[in-house]
């Protein structure tokens, strides 16, 4: 640790993805990445982007794509920001909206990186312990201090809010701004998008990384009232302002302009996970009623690193988290029922 490193800095744990292996032999079930291919179109657009415009900044206010977007989602464009990966818009909406001194809350099962971005900026937080059954209690979202901000589908575990409950929170809050990550919408949860233009203090943010099978695109976007689409504007101007290179505009425009491709890719992706979470019950496992691309799950007799290892001997990569109270679980990224067969059949002997 160099001692010229700021304070901040020097108190924050990095994020550790899941592990990207070179190896194109093994079932990669651990980054909840999509297990098919982007729309053949959007393959098309990045190819027909190629060009010698590259040598070309992109369009610093990407309108083209937040027309697309804004269409799509039934919101002025206006309401639209995107950003390269929703990490990104993630890390500038915790710059954008959230102050220190001020706490924010969210799930102490969450998604890793809110507790790394709040570190990074100063910001304190205070993660609300989810119940035994990895549920959100709904009420302990309420008044917050300084804001909100959760997974719908929760990750690692699957759970889903329904949007009555999303509301009450954003009602309950109005003062602060409440951030909905909907990284896994697509599989299974409702949307909070259809409530932007009822509050003000709502933002909803996706990612084409999942559903729509570009994660190495890096394109994930906000939608929310104009004024916090303006705050978010203002960081990307002062900080990064071509977040969005010419090939991940070009793809993301065209993945959502194929609307067929995307029902039925989302379709057979929750068609087997649930296959999958019958399979995994029959072996004896407890399975996290998922609504996302993933299973979160355990086995009472079978310790979860044990089973990580030796999937893992067998090129087969699934997700084990070394932290309190989920150390025992595994959480498997739904893959394509053949992968998932294959997936079964290494784990059967090593019950
Ligand atoms: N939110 C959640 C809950 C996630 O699991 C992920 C994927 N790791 C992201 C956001 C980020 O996705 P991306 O940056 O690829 O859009």
Partial sequence: MSKFWSER???TEPYIPGEQPNNTNVIKLNTNE???PPSPKALKAI???TDETLRLYPPPTVNELRETIAKYHGVHPDQVFIGNGSDEVLAFSFMAFFNPGEPIL???ITYSFYPVYAKLFNIDYKRVPVRSDFTLPVEEFFQSEGGVIFPNPNAPTGLTLSLIEVES???QN???????DEAYIDFGGQSAVQLVNQYENLLVIQTLSKSRSLAGMRVGFAIGDHQLIEGLNRIKNSFNSYTLDRLAIAAAKAAFDDEEYFQDVRGQIIHTREQTSKRLHTLGFEVIDSK???LFVRHPHVDAEDLYLQLKEQNIFVRYFNKPRIQEY???SIGTADEMEQFIIALEPVL
Avoid: H, M, S, T
């Fill in 169 to 171: 929170i954003v009602n």
């Fill in 106 to 108: 969210f799930p102490d």
């Fill in 292 to 294: 996302a691309n993933f």
């Fill in 47 to 49: 190819q027909e982007a």
């Fill in 9 to 11: 800095l020097q108190a």
């Fill in 330 to 332: 595994l959480r498997i």
């Fill in 34 to 36: 999509n297990p098919y």
């Fill in 174 to 180: 109005p003062d602060q701004v409440v951030i909905i």
